[in-house]
Nanobody, 125 residues
Framework: QVQLVESGGGMVQAGGSLRLSCAAS????????MAWFRRAPGQEREFVSG????????KYVDSAKGRFTISRDNRKNTLYLQMDSLKPEDTAVYYC??????????????????WGQGTQVTVSS
């Protein structure tokens, strides 16, 4: 069973940057689309960004476009999320997830079968 472990979260001031990483324990990482979701306090978990197994195409929620960049290194079995120009509303627990279907980036969390434990991102104003 593949395991996903996120890291890189922390506390940052508004306008700052963080880079999240998600390390997969298995080589099968490279054949699946991957995504980042987040859950803010008192809210539902939401899709943030996704990436196909090859690295393209990518997809972003509107609030992340122009500020966040998703990438992956299949040789290292690692997914990344570079987050710049962070805002207080980006405060959430961020999760990486592996997609069930090989050829689509879904915004529906039901289409992801393996999840990491999450990493906290806190942005202060």
């Amino acid at each position: 069973q593949v395991q996903l472990v996120e890291s890189g979260g922390g506390m940052v001031q508004a306008g700052g940057s963080l880079r999240l990483s998600c390390a997969a324990s298995s080589g099968s990482f490279s054949i699946y689309p991957m995504a980042w979701f987040r859950r803010a306090p008192g809210q539902e978990r939401e899709f943030v960004s996704g990436i196909m197994y090859s690295g393209t195409p990518t997809k972003y929620v509107d609030s992340a476009k122009g500020r966040f960049t998703i990438s992956r290194d299949n040789r290292k079995n690692t997914l990344y999320l570079q987050m710049d120009s962070l805002k207080p509303e980006d405060t959430a627990v961020y999760y990486c997830a592996r997609g069930r279907a090989a050829f689509t980036i879904s915004e529906n969390e039901a289409e992801y079968d393996i999840w990491g434990q999450g990493t906290q991102v806190t942005v202060s104003s």
